[in-house]
């Protein structure tokens, strides 16, 4: 069964973003839980940021879980990426993204790199060097903590290297990167993909997750993504994973989280 998930950033650095809410865990958790979502997307700035002890029980208390941990705090706080031509840099980004794999875990929830993976410079071809190899190194990380590692593709205005879910399917493929799948975001998808639902039964085997966006980047059926496809297809695949809203929350978080629950229903639990 498709499970629902919405997201949550603790990094202030970030609170303009994507995130339905944004600054008080403990309340986040009992409003989602109390819309009757089943998980939480979390974004915190590093892997110390938030006591698991303390996350556990306030996920148990309402019946929650964690679905993902972001990463993008790394680049936001930090400037750290995969691609950096600066082998140290690199070496920091994996160090703060296997952190972030190692909290996750506890939680039984993947790691998430989307813009920590970064751009390409002027020699494109090292950069996917440094890329592969950095995958390859989180991805045996990965296999070891029973997780995937989560590689998301990310339109062309943030990223250079793939925009696609085929294209990342393909180099991780190529790569032969073990313990690495994708994450299919539909709001870069409305931009890059030729057409949602056929993307996604084409790169069905690489799928691990799904953010829940509308076409505008608020709350699906604020927009105009064509849904009815885009979900039969994830049926279709037999996807059992999450799908997670990470939209702006507009007008207001409430009212975002509202129409994300609303959304998911209609789509997903008729």
């Given at each position: ?246 939209a702006f929350p507009w007008p207001d978080s409430d009212a975002a989280a509202a129409q994300t629950i609303q959304a998911f229903n209609h789509y997903f639990t008729r």
């Amino acid at each position: 069964m498709i499970k629902s998930s919405v997201t949550l950033a603790l990094v202030p650095e970030i609170k303009q973003g994507p995130w339905i809410y944004w600054h008080d865990l403990k309340t986040a958790i009992q409003q989602a839980a109390e819309l009757g979502f089943d998980a939480l997307e979390l974004f915190t700035a590093s892997a110390q940021a938030v006591d698991a002890s303390e996350l556990k029980d306030c996920l148990a208390a309402h019946s929650m879980r964690i679905s993902a941990v972001g990463t993008g705090a790394g680049k936001v706080i930090h400037g750290l990426t995969l691609t950096d031509a600066d082998p140290e840099i690199r070496q920091k980004a994996i160090r703060f993204i296997a952190d972030m794999m190692r909290f996750g875990a506890q939680f039984e929830a993947p790691a998430i790199i989307g813009s920590m993976q970064g751009n390409a410079g002027m020699d494109r071809a090292a950069s996917l060097r440094d890329l592969a190899a950095s995958l390859k190194e989180l991805g045996a990380l990965a296999i070891s903590l029973g997780l995937d590692l989560i590689y998301e593709p990310l339109n062309r205005y943030e990223t250079n290297l793939f925009n696609r879910l085929e294209d990342a399917a393909a180099f991780l493929e190529a790569e032969e990167i073990a313990g690495v799948g994708l994450l299919a975001d539909l709001f870069h998808m409305n931009i890059e993909e030729e057409e949602l639902a056929a993307s996604i039964r084409k790169n069905a085997r690489w799928i691990r997750h799904v953010h829940f966006a509308d076409s505008n980047r608020r709350a699906i059926g604020f927009g105009h993504t064509e849904m009815n496809s885009v979900a039969k297809a994830l049926q279709d695949i037999g996807y059992t994973g999450y799908v997670s809203a990470e939209a702006f929350p507009w007008p207001d978080s409430d009212a975002a989280a509202a129409q994300t629950i609303q959304a998911f229903n209609h789509y997903f639990t008729r």
